[in-house]
């Protein structure tokens, strides 16, 4: 996609860029009240600037959907970071650089207002790929829509994360209009790899003059769309999980058996399927139902919740709609029928196994009468907060030693894994080295020829199962998300 295919307006008389930020720069004390300072905060004058600026916000925000950073198709790249450093200075942060890396540029910015306290604030300015016939107004438009929430703007980033964050930046702005200035110091990191994993966030955060900063400070804020729209509570989250994403690749050319292309369905008869292998491996890695990981070892050092964490579960369920929840997700039930905040608890406590897609074979109209030839899945796992830092690198290496290893048993493939950087601390990333060579060594050592079945050894599954899985490639990368 090239900045050339970006849909045009079909609306009229439309604010143009300069003037929008035009508009954000002429933000001045003229709006303020007297009596609007630090000291002695007056929430009536600065709820005015806040409506006075309601459509200024907007108009910056539909902009900002205009013109996106897509990473994975290297879309606006030099352009988002630049762009998102404009932001930064027209919201009132004094400083505001481009932090390159070896992929995607980060963009530091810095707003000191004197205060004994510093919070560092997550920004991204990438957004993900998007399918234009799944939305029902083009998503590089911005329209305003009236639906079921009233007047909203629809567009790829308007959720997540480019409203949240023009809403921060609002009010930052609408502070320094009403000549207030916000009781900490802030800084901002940002990057624009966010959607594809963030494989070079790690040197925007170890970057010689951001490093030091960010040890100094209270904790890191992340803007997101916490606001209930039944009952409008709002949730802050206070802690993240990490995510292990891995493609698998079920191939009969490279495993050895099986087909090396698409062959009549009959032969099934006489030949293995890589899309049975691929199916047994999956179904290895989860309970019957596919709601508990059945890995060895994928709750070592899972933190169980605090007496405080359940309080705050239990407040947040009190405070949000279980019926909007489910009506916004489409679900009837949650896992075993758990009530609200049972089920918020174990959002926030349990680590999962997830399969994002499948894809194999013919996908058309019809049949086909074909035995294919490979197949793959998108695999998510995710892990909780864990006991100790120090613990979390060799945990990860060992438990996902063992998922690759059960999948990847193969007399003939080879495992391979391509690490991409996660974006949380070092110390809970796991040793991929030793991985690729567990796996390495576990391919093929478990094999019963007679059968050509494996001898597992996890607790919670039958010890016999599918041996030569055929599972040629195995990628992954890292990545962050929130919980609440």
């Known amino acids: 996609m090239d900045r050339d295919d970006i849909p045009q307006l079909d609306q009229v008389a439309q604010p143009t860029r300069r003037g929008l930020w035009a508009g954000a720069a002429a933000l001045t004390p003229l709006l303020a009240v007297t009596?609007?300072?630090?000291?002695?905060?007056?929430?009536?004058?600065?709820?005015?600037?806040?409506?006075?600026?309601?459509?200024?916000?907007?108009?910056?925000l539909q902009d900002w959907i205009r013109n996106p950073t897509i990473a994975a198709e290297g879309l606006n790249v030099p352009e988002g970071a630049e762009y998102m450093a404009r932001l930064a200075r027209e919201a009132g942060f004094q400083t505001a650089e481009i932090i390159s890396t070896d992929g995607s540029p980060g963009v530091w910015a810095t707003l000191d207002v004197g205060a004994p306290k510093t919070l560092a604030v997550y920004f991204m300015y990438d957004v993900k790929q998007f399918n234009p016939a799944e939305w029902s107004s083009p998503p590089l438009e911005a329209r305003l829509v009236n639906n079921e929430l009233g007047r909203v703007v629809v567009g790829r980033g308007a959720v997540n994360q480019k409203g949240p964050e023009i809403a921060f930046l609002g009010a930052l702005r609408a502070l320094r209009a009403a000549g207030?200035?916000?009781?900490?110091?802030?800084?901002?990191?940002?990057?624009?790899?966010?959607?594809?994993?963030?494989?070079?966030?790690?040197?925007?955060?170890?970057?010689?003059?951001?490093?030091?900063?960010?040890?100094?400070?209270?904790?890191?804020?992340?803007?997101?769309?916490?606001?209930?729209?039944?009952?409008?509570?709002?949730?802050?989250?206070?802690?993240?999980?990490?995510?292990?994403?891995?493609?698998?690749?079920?191939?009969g050319e490279s495993w050895g058996r099986g087909p090396t292309r698409d062959i009549h369905s009959s032969t099934k008869a006489m030949i293995d399927a890589p899309l049975w292998r691929l199916v047994r491996a999956l179904d290895t890695l989860t309970s019957e139902d596919g709601n508990t990981p059945a890995i060895d070892g994928w709750f070592e050092n899972v933190r169980p919740l605090t007496t405080r964490e359940r309080e705050l579960i239990q407040?947040?369920?009190?405070?949000?709609?279980?019926?909007?929840?489910?009506?916004?997700?489409?679900?009837?039930?949650?896992?075993?029928?758990?009530?609200?905040?049972?089920?918020?608890?174990?959002l926030a406590s349990q680590p999962t196994?997830?399969?994002?897609?499948?894809?194999?074979?013919?996908?058309?109209?019809?049949?086909?009468?074909?035995?294919?030839?490979?197949?793959?899945?998108?695999?998510?796992?995710?892990?909780?907060?864990?006991?100790?830092?120090?613990?979390?690198?060799?945990?990860?290496?060992?438990?996902?030693?063992?998922?690759?290893?059960?999948?990847?048993?193969?007399?003939?493939?080879?495992?391979?894994?391509?690490?991409?950087?996660?974006?949380?601390?070092?110390?809970c990333r796991p040793n991929w080295r030793r991985i690729v060579l567990a796996a390495r060594a576990q391919r093929s050592t478990r094999v019963s020829p007679a059968h050509g079945r494996a001898r597992c050894s996890r607790r919670r599954r039958s010890a016999s199962r599918p041996a030569s899985l055929g599972l040629a490639t195995a990628t992954a990368h890292t990545r962050r998300t929130n919980t609440s």
């Open 35 to 60: 009596d609007a300072d630090a000291a002695t905060p007056n929430r009536g004058a600065l709820r005015r600037i806040v409506d006075q600026q309601k459509e200024e916000n907007v108009a910056l």
């Open 180 to 251: 207030r200035q916000p009781p900490v110091n802030v800084v901002l990191i940002c990057e624009g790899e966010e959607e594809i994993g963030s494989p070079h966030f790690h040197q925007i955060a170890q970057n010689a003059n951001v490093l030091p900063r960010l040890q100094s400070t209270l904790g890191v804020f992340i803007p997101s769309a916490w606001q209930d729209p039944t009952t409008g509570g709002v949730n802050v989250n206070l802690g993240a999980k990490g995510v292990i994403e891995c493609e698998l690749v079920a191939s």
């Open 315 to 346: 407040q947040a369920a009190r405070n949000t709609s279980e019926a909007d929840y489910k009506q916004r997700n489409g679900v009837s039930h949650f896992i075993d029928d758990l009530p609200w905040a049972q089920a918020l608890e174990r």
């Open 353 to 427: 196994v997830n399969i994002e897609g499948l894809v194999g074979g013919y996908t058309g109209p019809g049949g086909m009468t074909i035995l294919p030839i490979a197949a793959s899945p998108s695999s998510t796992c995710v892990w909780c907060q864990t006991k100790r830092a120090r613990n979390a690198n060799p945990s990860c290496a060992r438990i996902w030693t063992r998922a690759v290893s059960t999948m990847c048993r193969s007399t003939s493939a080879a495992a391979m894994i391509r690490r991409r950087r996660r974006k949380t601390a070092p110390s």
